[in-house]
Structure formats: C-alpha cells, structure tokens
C-alpha cells in the first residue's frame, strides 16, 4: 500500500510562488508514473504534470506549461510541483497522485491520490 502525504499548499497573490511536496511511503516501487492533478470547486479534476519514476521525462498540461515544474528527490521520496506565474485560475485543490499502468503518464490521469492540499492565488 502506498501512502501519499502532500503539504506546502497556502495562499499566493497572483504572480507568486508555491511549492507543493508529496512524502511518498509504502510500496513505492511498483510505481509507474506520479504526479499532480487538481479540481477548483464547481469543476472536473485537471491533470496538471506527471512523471515516469524510471526517468526524467515530464508532461504537463497546456494550462501551467511554462509555469509549473514537477521534479522528485529519490533519496527521500518526495515528488515536488514548484509552482510559479500563479493565475487566479490556478486556485483548488492539489492531489499527489500515482498509477501503476505503464504508459499513463501523458494522459495525466492516476488511479490513486493522497489527501490533497488548497492552492489559492488571488
């Protein structure tokens, strides 16, 4: 079993930064893709970046392209989504989340989520 645990969440004026961490524990190694989506209230969930664990390919959406980076450090099992340019329109709520399916890291869409964490630019 997997536990995800994010925190770095908070508020931003609009043009800051934030920097999200996801504490991964557990069977981490069977692991495919992780990454981050989100869901402001009222909306779908958005798949926001992703990473194969095996590499260092990432995928974003066009949204945060250019302004978002999702990176991991191995040694202490942490994947991390530095946020910058914040847009109002950035403001809900972050999941960590993780697939095991080879090959889901384009499509941003994971199996598996943690708690979450509230993003709010303004």
């Known amino acids: 079993h997997v536990q995800l645990v994010e925190s770095g969440g908070g508020s931003a004026q609009a043009g800051g930064s934030l920097t999200l961490s996801c504490a991964t524990s557990?069977?981490?190694?069977?692991?495919?893709?992780m990454g981050w989506f989100r869901q402001a209230p009222g909306k779908g969930p958005e798949g926001v970046a992703a990473?194969?664990?095996?590499?260092?390919?990432?995928y974003y959406a066009d949204s945060v392209k250019g302004r978002f980076t999702i990176s991991k450090d191995s040694e202490r099992n942490t994947l991390y989504l530095q946020m910058n340019s914040l847009k109002p329109e950035d403001t809900a709520m972050y999941y960590c989340?993780?697939?095991?399916?080879?090959?889901?890291?384009?499509?941003?869409?994971?199996?598996?989520w943690g708690q979450g964490t509230q993003v709010t630019a303004s």
């Open positions: 990473r194969y664990t095996g590499d260092d390919k990432a």
């Open positions: 989340a993780y697939d095991r399916t080879p090959g889901t890291c384009p499509r941003l869409q994971f199996a598996n």
């Open positions: 557990g069977a981490a190694r069977s692991i495919e893709c």
